[in-house]
């Protein structure tokens, strides 16, 4: 019998762990070992002993877990559990119930009809609020137009992988992680699945506005280098001006006998270039930062228990 792992990344979710549990129970699927691997990326709350209480129960569903040492963050709970999955396939979804367990059967069938990845898409209602719809949709458009890539806009983390994308993505051992891009960029045979998400049962977000912004410059500084581009096409752009100023200054210096000595002039234009001499320095800096972060070779997570 195939066996497929429900990776299942947890943060601060004890009030979702039993009725995750139960609404995949219902699910009652047979045809394959289904096994559970919570990831808890270091709860702060009672998630761990939840998912334990869940591990002692014996009914045909197999739990399993593994326990950060602190707070990793979400992409990176899903590499643990993709990483330590040796299953035929591997479902990626959320704790919250927001991606609907009804939905992992036609995961399943598109997966047993030949593909390799079966994503999903969300389809957004009142569910999601306006505000991450629209921020979403911009930061998909600047992405997709930055990396060449054609990431969905509303491609969520609730996905099935085959063995083979397993194991490709198993050698990807990159920090700051987007694996949205690293799914898109990696090829395979792909299917996709529309859904509305649903309420988050219990709790809230996990993600704050900080780590969304954070989510976003990841995913652009880890597959596109245009930025870079941007910082020197922007600075030929400026020289190219204060040149034609320069030129400007000494002609009306020579021709008008009348020449205001224009301190407003020379503090914005100061102001200006100081601005952009910073945007270009912070850009260079979030590549930098992030080259020395991989120099170091430090491990992407630190599991202080387990039980697989
Ligand atoms: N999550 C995590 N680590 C974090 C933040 C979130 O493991 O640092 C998990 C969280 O428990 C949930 C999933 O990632 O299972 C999605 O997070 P959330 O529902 O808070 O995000 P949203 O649905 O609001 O985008
Ligand atoms: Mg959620």
Do not use: C
């Not at 309420?199 to 596109?224: E, H, N, P, Q």
């Not at 320069?246 to 234009?269: E, H, K, N, Q, R």
């Amino acid at each position: 019998m195939k066996s497929i792992d429900l990776v299942i990344p947890s943060f601060n979710e004890e009030g979702n762990i039993k009725s995750l549990f139960e609404r995949i129970v219902n699910l009652n699927i047979k045809n394959y070992k289904l096994r559970l691997l919570f990831v808890d990326d270091g709860s702060k709350d009672d998630t761990l002993f939840e998912i334990k209480k869940l591990v002692k129960k014996k009914n045909g569903l197999k739990v399993s877990y593994i326990s950060f040492s602190r707070n990793f963050g979400h992409q990176v709970a899903l590499k643990a559990g993709i990483d330590h999955s040796k299953a035929d396939a591997v479902i990626s979804m959320d704790a919250d119930l927001q991606h609907p367990p009804e939905l992992i059967p036609k995961l399943i069938k598109k997966w047993e009809d030949g593909a390799e990845i079966v994503y999903t898409i969300r389809k957004d209602d009142e569910n999601v609020s306006w505000f991450k719809r629209n921020t979403a949709s911009l930061f998909y458009h600047l992405l997709n137009y930055l990396s060449g890539l054609q990431i969905s806009h509303g491609a969520a983390d609730f996905r099935l992988l085959d063995k083979k994308v397993i194991q490709a993505l198993k050698l990807y051992n990159e920090k700051n992680l987007f694996i949205r891009g690293l799914v898109t960029a990696i090829g395979f045979k792909k299917e996709s699945i529309e859904y509305t998400p649903e309420l988050r049962v219990w709790g809230v977000s996990k993600y704050s506005i900080k780590k969304m912004i954070l989510f976003a410059l990841d995913g652009i500084t880890s597959f596109s280098v245009k930025p870079l581009h941007f910082a020197t096409y922007f600075g030929l752009l400026l020289s190219f001006f204060s040149g034609g100023y320069g030129i400007y200054a000494i002609i009306i210096f020579f021709t008008s006998d009348s020449v205001v000595t224009g301190w407003a002039s020379v503090l914005t234009s100061v102001l200006f270039i100081g601005g952009v001499q910073l945007i270009i320095l912070g850009i260079l800096g979030e590549y930098l930062g992030k080259l020395f972060i991989q120099s170091k070779g430090r491990p992407n997570y630190l599991i202080s228990e387990k039980d697989i």
